[in-house]
T-cell receptor, first 115, second 114 residues
Framework: AQSVTQPDIHITVSEGASLELRCNYS??????LFWYVQSPGQGLQLLLK??????LVQGIKGFEAEFKRSQSSFNLRKPSVHWSDAAEYFC?????????????FGTGTRLTIIP | DAGVIQSPRHEVTEMGQEVTLRCKPI?????LFWYRQTMMRGLELLIY????????DSGMPEDRFSAKMPNASFSTLKIQPSEPRDSAVYFC????????????FGPGTRLTVL
């Protein structure tokens, strides 16, 4: 069965600093990978997704993620965070031929931004 | 587009009562998903539908939970009887399906069972 691990429960970074959120997956076949963001009291919003091709994926709000098959990782990065990036971030793996059904989510990483 | 609509946004009920959560997916989307989010278990998929037909309900915790999708624009998640451990945020999401389409989430229903 597929699984997703986000080893960092909570990360605090200074505004303007760079960010990297870790995600490791376990899945026997080629994974379909996603990063979602959840602001307080809101639903989840897709930041970016990887299905195939270029392993460096660009998303919204200045985020990017890199798929590394050898490390079973799909880490999320941003060169300079803004206070509005404070939220909870979820990595997910898709299980199906279509890649968008039955997502399995990680437990999330809460991001705090300090001035 | 109004996005995925869920009602109510907040529900407080007493143990033993029936609770019904409602979801209106985005028009044209043929997949609908129900998730539950708790601090202890994170975000769990409960059930999902394709073209109004339940495809996988293996995440439904027990018989007290049931979900229906009578038409393409409406789904319900019912808990009867409710228990305090059902307290959570319940999300509905929809998508057109296919690898290039993302799941769009509703704002969620925060359920508190006293």
């Amino acid at each position: 069965a597929q699984s997703v691990t986000q080893p960092d429960i909570h990360i605090t970074v200074s505004e303007g600093a760079s960010l990297e959120l870790r995600c490791n997956y376990s899945y026997g076949a080629t994974p379909y990978l996603f990063w979602y963001v959840q602001s307080p009291g809101q639903g989840l919003q897709l930041l970016l997704k990887y299905f195939s091709g270029d392993t460096l994926v660009q998303g919204i709000k200045g985020f990017e993620a890199e798929f590394k098959r050898s490390q079973s990782s799909f880490n999320l990065r941003k060169p300079s965070v803004h206070w509005s990036d404070a939220a909870e971030y979820f990595c997910a793996v898709g299980l199906s031929n279509f890649g968008n059904e039955k997502l399995t989510f990680g437990t999330g990483t809460r991001l705090t931004i300090i001035p | 587009d109004a996005g995925v609509i869920q009602s109510p946004r907040h529900e407080v009920t007493e143990m033993g009562q029936e609770v019904t959560l409602r979801c209106k997916p985005i028009s044209g989307h043929d997949y609908l998903f129900w998730y539950r989010q708790t601090m202890m278990r994170g975000l769990e998929l409960l059930i999902y539908f394709n073209n109004n037909v339940p495809i996988d309900d293996s995440g439904m915790p027990e018989d007290r939970f049931s979900a229906k999708m009578p038409n393409a624009s409406f789904s319900t998640l019912k808990i009867q009887p409710s228990e305090p451990r059902d307290s959570a945020v319940y999300f509905c999401a929809s998508t057109r399906g296919g690898r290039d389409n993302e799941q769009f989430f509703g704002p969620g229903t925060r359920l508190t069972v006293l």
